[in-house]
Structures are given as structure tokens and as C-alpha cells.
């Protein structure tokens, strides 16, 4: 168990409600049943300074805000949280009003129904339809939500890839994980088509509980979302082929974040947020738990971005009229405009069953944590995927079920690291996982292409990666 998944860490108070509205709504198949080892975590980043947050105990908790969200604070995101343009035009909801043990639950869903309007500046088109389940029934439902959001087809593929390049352990399976997770962890859902939100409450005829007051917030930031037309698909996308809807994602988990957060620190008293219901699950590989959180962290700070360091309305609505169509843009690299070629023929017996767009962001993943071991990960990481000009994946199967996986990346011409370097030494420090797993990995870098091939058998590998 690490930091993060620990109940009682007063940076996992606000881990339960991040997920149910972040992670779980980027796509249930971005969680992954437990892994057979544990990375390391990376330390919390030292607290920005320049925030708008005086007092220290919300300090603390925008730190731990800014860890959970993205990991790093790179561009002040902890100021850019809490610093809100359109606060004076509106009464902040008053803290004793949501948690006070005498406080009515209708109250309590009336207050949050008002702050989520008027701090996305839009009303609701219809007053929203507020359900409280029991921990129990809620687990229920949680399980149902996953399986659904989750095509277990894709999941099988996804799993494949991500095996053969070391991300996850061989036979890990997506949809269990997703329930597992899930039912940890998600706490409110939006029902667009009934107009309704569903919540997780200790007791249904008493106050709700501030886990569920902030994922209840959530959740009417999407239904609202919906309301006005910016709603998202029942699947999750894929994590490895669908780089266009991962990073159109950010344009709704980007603002849900962010008036997420900004309601936990003006209206839930850092010392009140209850631990996370239910079992704690196990860490997950670092390629999914990256996966998982991409939509909240790159649509945050494109966001604190748009806003100069203050988003407010504005921001969103250019985020959401004009969303990054590639996770490359959506990290905040200029489009390249690279075709990546075909792979290689693997030779008589292969069929090619799935290819697709391999982006920026799954690049981030591997470099990460090469192998899944974040501590042989690739220095700056994200800057190295930003050489990312286009990029496929190709996945084969032979009549015994065997399968190899080819990647054809395109290197853009200004990288300051070649794409090619970068894909090289992560091969190198990936390959004792690929191997252990009995794959063999060759790459081959002819011009600006770089491709990689992944293959029981060597020659096979070879023949993927042959120009």
C-alpha cells in the first residue's frame, strides 16, 4: 500500500471524489486489475508558492490537490486552482451550510446544485434529480456502470499491447479492474438521459458525508456539461488506439477538475473530508494510473493555460468549443504533421487484427516507467513524447493465437531529442520485463520513422520492424 491508496492520508481525502468524476469517467478501462509488483511513487512536489490560498490547512490540501491531479506543479497549477476570476460574482457556499451534522440532505444538494451553476456561469436547463444510495446499493450500481463503459473486446487488445511492451503483467485483466476500482472508489455518477445523479451516502436520510458532497459535485458538473451539449460517449476509449478521444476527453475532465477543486477548497473544510468507502485497491501499473488521470491532468493545465493562470469561464468554453484533437496538442506541442508508414509483413500465417493511432501520451506512459519501474524512467519524460509527429500501432495474430505488435512513430524534424533516442533507451531498460514475458523487441530507426516490433519470435520482430 503507498501514500495514495492509504485511507486515512490526508492526501487520500480527496482521491475517492478525484476518481469517481476523473479517472473513472476519462474510462473505466483505465484501471487494471492488481499488478504482481509495486513501483515506487514519486515524492509530493514541494507547495507552489504565489497562491491565492492563505490559509495554511488549505494549503495543504491544494498540495495534496495538485499531487493526486497531476503529480508535479510545472506551471503553478495549485495557484491557478484556487485563484478564481469569477469568485466576486458570486456568494461562496458557506462550509457550515454542506457539513454541518444538523444540515438537511436536501439542503445540502440544494447548495451544491447552486454553486455548481453558478461557477460554471451556465443554469441548468433542468433542476437535477438527486439520488442517495445506500455504501451497499451504490457498490452495486458501480459494478454495473464499469462493465458497461467498458468493451471487454478492446480490453483484451489493449492488454495484449501493453503486455508485450512491458507495461502490465501478461493475463492482466481490464474489466475486472475496472470494477475493483470502481467500487472502491467512484462515490457519484451522472445520468444524462434521466437528468439524474446518483450518490454514494453513509445513511440515506442523513447529511451527506464530505466525500460524497465533492464527488456529488462532480458529477453535477458533468450532468450540467450534458445539459448544454458537451456530454461524453457511454464507452471509454481505448488505451492505446483512440489517441483522438483521449485527448478530446480533456475538454470535459479538464473543467470537471477544476470546479471539483475549487468547491473543496471553498466549501468542504479540509479536516472534515472522510476517508474513501469500501476496500482500497491495489496501486495500479503506471501506464493505466497515467491513463486514468490524462483527461483531468492535460486538461487542467491547458485550461490554467487558456485562463494565463486564471481560468475561469472563458477558458472552458474555448476548451470545450475547440478541444485538442491529438494527446500530443493536448499536452501543448504544435501539430507536426507526420503520416506514420505501415509496419512490416510478419510473414505467411499473420493477421492483422486492430491498428490505430499510438500517441504522445501512451509515450509518456512508457517513458515513465519503463518495464512498469518508475525508478529507471526516462528523464523528462513528457518533453521526450512531445517529438511525437504521428504515430501507429499494428497488432497480428497467428493461427496458434500467438501475437506481435509493431509500432511506426514519426519523429518530428525540430526535436530536440530524437524520437528515436528516446525509443531506444526505453527498449533497453524495458526489455528484462519483455523478455521475462518471453518477447523479444528490435528497433529500427530509418529517417524519422522509428519502429519497434515486439514478437515471440525474433524474426518476426525483425520482419515488423523492417522498413
Same mark, same amino acid.
Given at each position: 500500500?503507498?501514500?495514495?491508496?492509504?485511507? #486515512?492520508?490526508?492526501?487520500?481525502?480527496?482521491?475517492?471524489?478525484?476518481?469517481?468524476?476523473?479517472?473513472?469517467?476519462?474510462?473505466?478501462?483505465?484501471?487494471?486489475?492488481?499488478?504482481?509488483?509495486?513501483?515506487?511513487?514519486?515524492?509530493? $512536489?514541494?507547495?507552489?508558492?504565489?497562491?491565492?490560498?492563505?490559509? *495554511?490547512?488549505?494549503?495543504?490540501?491544494?498540495?495534496?490537490?495538485?499531487?493526486?491531479?497531476?503529480?508535479?506543479? $510545472?506551471?503553478?497549477?495549485?495557484?491557478?486552482?484556487?485563484?478564481?476570476?469569477?469568485?466576486?460574482?458570486?456568494?461562496?457556499?458557506?462550509?457550515?451550510? /454542506?457539513?454541518?451534522?444538523?444540515? #438537511?440532505?436536501?439542503?445540502?444538494?440544494?447548495?451544491?446544485?447552486?454553486?455548481?451553476? +453558478?461557477?460554471?456561469?451556465?443554469?441548468?436547463?433542468?433542476?437535477?434529480?438527486?439520488?442517495?444510495?445506500?455504501?451497499?446499493?451504490?457498490?452495486?450500481?458501480?459494478?454495473?456502470?464499469?462493465?458497461?463503459?467498458?468493451?471487454?473486446?478492446?480490453?483484451?487488445?489493449?492488454?495484449?499491447?501493453?503486455?508485450?511492451?512491458?507495461?502490465?503483467?501478461?493475463?492482466?485483466?481490464?474489466?475486472?479492474? +475496472?470494477?475493483?476500482?470502481?467500487?472502491?472508489?467512484? /462515490?457519484?455518477?451522472?445520468? *444524462?438521459?434521466?437528468?439524474?445523479?446518483?450518490?454514494?451516502?453513509?445513511?440515506?436520510?442523513?447529511?451527506?458525508?464530505?466525500?460524497?458532497?465533492?464527488?456529488?459535485?462532480?458529477?453535477?458538473?458533468?450532468?450540467?456539461?450534458?445539459?448544454?451539449?458537451?456530454?461524453?460517449?457511454?464507452? +471509454?476509449?481505448?488505451?492505446?488506439?483512440?489517441? &483522438?478521444?483521449?485527448?478530446?476527453?480533456?475538454?470535459?475532465?479538464?473543467?470537471?477538475?477544476?470546479?471539483?477543486?475549487?468547491?473543496?477548497?471553498?466549501?468542504?473544510?479540509?479536516?472534515?473530508?472522510?476517508?474513501?468507502?469500501?476496500?482500497?485497491?491495489?496501486?495500479?501499473? #503506471?501506464?493505466?494510473?497515467?491513463?486514468?488521470?490524462?483527461?483531468?491532468?492535460?486538461?487542467?493545465?491547458?485550461?490554467?493555460?487558456?485562463? #494565463?493562470?486564471?481560468? &475561469?469561464?472563458?477558458?472552458?468554453?474555448?476548451?470545450?468549443?475547440? $478541444?485538442?484533437?491529438?494527446?500530443?496538442?493536448?499536452?501543448?506541442?504544435?501539430?507536426?504533421?507526420?503520416?506514420?508508414?505501415?509496419?512490416?509483413?510478419?510473414?505467411?500465417?499473420?493477421?492483422?487484427?486492430?491498428?490505430?493511432? =499510438?500517441?504522445?501520451? +501512451?509515450?509518456?506512459?512508457? =517513458?515513465?516507467? $519503463?518495464?512498469?519501474?518508475?525508478?529507471?524512467?526516462?528523464?523528462?519524460?513528457?518533453?521526450?513524447?512531445?517529438?511525437?509527429?504521428?504515430?501507429?500501432?499494428?497488432?497480428?495474430?497467428?493461427?496458434?493465437?500467438?501475437?506481435?505488435?509493431?509500432?511506426?512513430?514519426?519523429?518530428?524534424?525540430?526535436?530536440?531529442?530524437?524520437?528515436?533516442?528516446?525509443?531506444?533507451?526505453?527498449?533497453?531498460?524495458?526489455?528484462?520485463?519483455?523478455?521475462?514475458?518471453?518477447?523479444?523487441?528490435?528497433?529500427?530507426?530509418?529517417?524519422?520513422?522509428?519502429?519497434?516490433?515486439?514478437?515471440?519470435?525474433?524474426?518476426?520482430?525483425?520482419?515488423?520492424?523492417?522498413?
Amino acid at each position: 500500500m503507498t501514500w495514495r491508496d492509504h485511507p #486515512h492520508h490526508p492526501r487520500s481525502r480527496f482521491a475517492a471524489a478525484l476518481i469517481a468524476t476523473a479517472a473513472f469517467a476519462l474510462g473505466s478501462s483505465a484501471c487494471a486489475a492488481p499488478p504482481r509488483r509495486v513501483a515506487p511513487r514519486p515524492p509530493a $512536489p514541494t507547495p507552489t508558492s504565489g497562491t491565492a490560498l492563505d490559509d *495554511p490547512a488549505r494549503v495543504a490540501t491544494r498540495d495534496g490537490l495538485i499531487t493526486l491531479v497531476a503529480g508535479r506543479d $510545472p506551471i503553478g497549477l495549485g495557484a491557478c486552482i484556487g485563484d478564481d476570476p469569477d469568485r466576486a460574482a458570486r456568494a461562496a457556499t458557506r462550509q457550515s451550510t /454542506l457539513i454541518s451534522e444538523s444540515a #438537511h440532505q436536501n439542503t445540502q444538494i440544494a447548495a451544491v446544485v447552486s454553486w455548481v451553476a +453558478a461557477a460554471r456561469g451556465e443554469p441548468f436547463v433542468a433542476v437535477p434529480r438527486v439520488v442517495a444510495l445506500t455504501r451497499s446499493a451504490y457498490r452495486a450500481r458501480t459494478a454495473q456502470l464499469a462493465r458497461a463503459a467498458v468493451d471487454a473486446g478492446t480490453a483484451r487488445l489493449d492488454e495484449e499491447v501493453l503486455a508485450a511492451l512491458g507495461a502490465v503483467a501478461p493475463g492482466t485483466d481490464l474489466v475486472y479492474g +475496472a470494477v475493483e476500482l470502481a467500487q472502491a472508489r467512484l /462515490l457519484a455518477d451522472a445520468e *444524462p438521459a434521466s437528468n439524474t445523479v446518483f450518490v454514494s451516502a453513509d445513511d440515506v436520510d442523513r447529511p451527506l458525508a464530505p466525500d460524497s458532497l465533492i464527488a456529488l459535485a462532480g458529477a453535477l458538473v458533468r450532468l450540467l456539461a450534458a445539459q448544454h451539449g458537451h456530454g461524453l460517449p457511454a464507452r +471509454a476509449p481505448s488505451l492505446v488506439v483512440d489517441d &483522438g478521444a483521449r485527448a478530446a476527453r480533456t475538454a470535459a475532465d479538464g473543467p470537471t477538475t477544476l470546479l471539483m477543486s475549487r468547491f473543496a477548497l471553498e466549501a468542504i473544510e479540509p479536516d472534515a473530508a472522510s476517508a474513501a468507502s469500501g476496500p482500497v485497491p491495489s496501486p495500479l501499473p #503506471h501506464y493505466l494510473a497515467r491513463a486514468a488521470l490524462f483527461g483531468a491532468t492535460a486538461g487542467l493545465e491547458r485550461l490554467c493555460t487558456l485562463g #494565463h493562470g486564471r481560468p &475561469g469561464r472563458a477558458a472552458i468554453d474555448a476548451l470545450e468549443l475547440d $478541444p485538442p484533437r491529438s494527446t500530443a496538442a493536448a499536452l501543448g506541442f504544435a501539430a507536426a504533421g507526420g503520416t506514420a508508414p505501415m509496419a512490416g509483413d510478419p510473414g505467411p500465417g499473420w493477421r492483422l487484427v486492430r491498428q490505430g493511432t =499510438f500517441g504522445a501520451a +501512451a509515450l509518456v506512459g512508457l =517513458f515513465e516507467a $519503463p518495464g512498469d519501474n518508475e525508478s529507471v524512467a526516462l528523464d523528462h519524460a513528457t518533453e521526450r513524447a512531445g517529438a511525437w509527429a504521428g504515430g501507429t500501432v499494428h497488432q497480428w495474430h497467428d493461427a496458434s493465437g500467438a501475437a506481435a505488435v509493431a509500432l511506426v512513430l514519426m519523429s518530428r524534424s525540430d526535436a530536440s531529442v530524437p524520437l528515436c533516442s528516446s525509443i531506444r533507451l526505453w527498449s533497453r531498460r524495458a526489455a528484462p520485463r519483455i523478455a521475462a514475458a518471453g518477447g523479444r523487441v528490435v528497433v529500427e530507426c530509418p529517417g524519422r520513422a522509428v519502429r519497434v516490433a515486439v514478437a515471440r519470435d525474433a524474426r518476426v520482430a525483425r520482419a515488423l520492424a523492417a522498413a
